[in-house]
């Protein structure tokens, strides 16, 4: 089991910052991929980034490129998701996931755990 904790969810104006972040307990966080995902009302849950165990290998959905970027800090046992310039489109509920795995993959179905999930809402 890796317990997650997702925090820093909110209400933003469009254009402006949130960095997301994800606790997760046990002693083996660097052995984990990490991904972020999000799910907008009436539709399906969808890749956000992704980081390898070791922090050396990112992925981005090309929709978020530029604008988000996710890290890990394996001392806190803690991934982050920086969101910048964010727009209406972005609102969602944010879940991070953890996947027994080398790289991060970009499907739901290859993370074992999940957080509860963070509200985001981008205001236009």
């Known amino acids: 089991q890796v317990p997650l904790v997702e925090s820093g969810g909110g209400l933003v104006q469009a254009g402006g910052s949130l960095r997301l972040s994800c606790a997760a307990s046990?002693?083996?966080?660097?052995?984990?991929?990490m991904g972020w995902f999000r799910q907008a009302p009436g539709k399906e849950r969808a890749f956000v980034a992704g980081i390898s165990g070791s922090g050396a290998h990112t992925y981005s959905a090309d929709s978020v490129k530029g604008r988000f970027t996710i890290s890990r800090d394996n001392a806190k046992n803690t991934v982050y998701l920086q969101m910048s310039s964010l727009k209406p489109e972005d609102t969602a509920v944010y879940y991070c996931a953890a996947a027994s795995a080398l790289l991060p993959g970009t499907k739901a179905s290859e993370y074992s755990y999940w957080g509860q999930g963070t509200q985001v809402t981008v205001s236009s």
């Open positions: 046990g002693r083996t966080f660097s052995n984990y991929a």
